[in-house]
């Protein structure tokens, strides 16, 4: 069955401390993968595609990563207003046309 | 500003009550899509319509009903609502198919008393 795990699930640092955030998955045949900042109460707002592995992309303090089985999201020197949940997502599959969004990682940067 | 457009932005209904959600895709878009996010919940597909078919299906109750019309703007029917319908709930667009990225509205925030 198509997954997708984000980790962690809540990650709180202090304005500055540099992380990366996790996205693994289990599609076969990966056909891109999708990365989300959302806050509060607002839709969720596209960032970045990936489609093959070892392909970069960067946003500001943020740089997102692929390899054949997981995504990272690196974020360099943070901001309080980088605070949001971010999430990630992939295209099904199945023969369907759905994405599978992961849960989202809750990020919190404290000044 | 994503393009998307979505309204309602605030819906407070009761029990048994039916409503309609309203959603305009970006220009040029032909795929709709409607998530349903409760409150700390993640983003739970429930359907989606391209260029005016239905083109994929996730946990929709059977109480809910999509459609997209010519013009590609779409609505979605919620009926008998129950007080766990309460949420946020997103439409996004996209291109051909879900290869390429979704584009989301600001959302619709349903309360049912």
């Known amino acids: 069955e198509d997954q997708v795990t984000q980790s962690p699930e809540a990650l709180r640092l202090q304005e500055g401390e540099s992380s990366s955030l996790n996205c693994s998955y289990t599609v076969s045949g990966l056909r891109g993968l999708f990365w989300y900042r959302q806050d509060p109460g607002k839709g969720p707002e596209f960032l970045f595609t990936l489609y093959s592995a070892g392909e970069e992309k960067e946003k500001e303090r943020l740089k997102a990563t692929l390899t054949k089985k997981e995504s990272f999201l690196h974020i360099t020197a943070p901001k309080p207003e980088d605070s949001a949940t971010y999430l990630c997502?992939?295209?099904?599959?199945?023969?369907?046309?759905?994405?599978?969004f992961g849960k989202g990682t809750r990020l919190h940067i404290l000044p | 500003d994503s393009g998307v457009t979505q309204t309602p932005k605030h819906l407070i209904t009761a029990t048994g009550q039916r409503v309609t959600l309203r959603c305009s895709p970006r220009s040029g878009d032909l795929s709709v899509y409607w998530y349903q996010q409760s409150l700390d919940q993640g983003l739970q597909f429930l359907i989606q319509?391209?260029?005016?078919?239905?083109?994929a299906k996730g946990n929709i109750l059977e109480r809910f009903s999509a459609q997209q019309f010519p013009d590609l703007h779409s609505e979605l029917n919620l009926s008998s609502l129950e007080l766990g319908d309460s949420a946020l709930y997103f439409c996004?667009?996209?291109?051909?198919?879900?290869?390429?990225?979704?584009?989301f509205g600001p959302g619709t925030r349903l309360t049912v008393l």
């Open positions: 319509y391209y260029n005016g078919e239905e083109r």
């Open positions: 997502a992939v295209p099904s599959m199945n023969r369907d046309d759905k994405i599978i």
């Open positions: 996004a667009s996209s291109g051909v198919s879900s290869y390429n990225e979704q584009f």
